[in-house]
């Protein structure tokens, strides 16, 4: 009797220790992989550069023709942040993001730009939380984002995510010759958005003021319809856009405000005009063309 007894106990015990060291992926700490390949680069937002679904080679490709950097931040269902991650261009694994998590639902943010974004702090709830560029301007770049819940349910995931552009473009054109006292071409746009939400759901209307600068070249001396392109967050209210050249002795040279111009999101605005002394004034001009999404050409 007491030989069956110790061989039932040490069944049992041989049983209990298989069973605690074994990888039980239903244990309530589990995590799981989760994959995010970001395809379709923008196929939701334009048609221009649309690649279709490719071999992954051709993903990171078409990302790094739109982008030189991707942030990804994750939500826990409450809305306190959890975890996050950003992607240079330069990575192998550029626009694939990977994460562990345990079982349950989240928000997802996945945001692209070609020049470098700014976070809201962690401490910030996922509601208020906002993305900007940065840059002591304010000047936008091409930028593109996603939000959307995630659910994991005991076992891994592969998704496959597309991210749509968030901006407006804009691209002045001087139809005049550059004078050879043109040293720097500024251009201001207002009123902008400083920041935009990451649920997507603009609260507030825009009161920022952002600007860039373009320094003029020597090659840039006498020539004819020079381009100056740049991006804005605002599709929301009329957008003026003032132009000023300055000397090497900081006189401005010429300057022109053209207003009203409403903006629309995906959508690029091309102004030309003369802009220099004696060059002759020049009528609006709109028409529309495929590329981004549609373009609207400005005669000022």
């Not at 074994?22 to 995010?36: E, H, I, M, Q, T």
């Not at 906002?130 to 995630?150: C, G, I």
């Amino acid at each position: 009797m007491k030989k069956i007894l110790a061989a039932l106990s040490l069944t049992i015990t041989l049983f209990g220790c298989q069973k605690s060291g074994g990888n039980d992926r239903d244990d309530a700490n589990a995590k799981y992989k989760v994959s995010l390949n970001i395809i379709d680069f923008a196929a939701k937002a334009t048609t221009m550069g649309t690649q279709g679904n490719k071999a992954n080679a051709a993903v990171t490709d078409t990302a790094k023709k739109y982008a030189d950097n991707i942030y990804y931040r994750i939500y826990k269902a409450d809305g306190t942040w959890l975890n996050e991650t950003s992607q240079l261009a330069s990575l192998a694994t550029f626009g694939t993001i990977t994460d562990s998590l345990p079982s349950g639902t989240y928000t997802v943010f996945l945001a692209a730009s070609k020049g470098a974004l700014t976070l809201s702090d962690k401490t910030v709830p996922y509601e208020t939380a906002v993305y900007s560029p940065l840059d002591n301007n304010k000047a936008w770049n091409d930028t593109f984002t996603k939000s959307f819940k995630l659910t994991v349910a005991k076992a891994d995931i592969n998704q496959s995510v597309s991210l749509e552009r968030v901006v407006s473009a804009y691209e002045v054109v001087l139809e005049d010759a550059i004078p050879t006292l043109a040293d720097e071409m500024y251009i201001a746009v207002r009123p902008n958005f400083e920041s935009l939400p990451m649920n997507g759901i603009i609260k507030s209307t825009p009161d920022a003021t952002s600007h860039i600068k373009f320094k003029l070249t020597a090659a840039d001396k006498g020539v004819k319809n020079k381009s100056f392109p740049g991006f804005l967050s605002n599709s929301l209210s009329p957008v003026t856009i003032s132009l000023r050249v300055y000397s090497s002795a900081n006189t401005v040279v010429a300057d022109k405000n053209i207003d009203p111009i409403v903006f629309e999101k995906n959508k690029k605005t091309t102004l030309t005009g003369a802009l220099m002394p004696g060059s002759p004034a020049s009528n609006y001009k709109v028409e529309v063309d495929p590329t981004w999404g549609g373009n609207n050409n400005i005669k000022f």
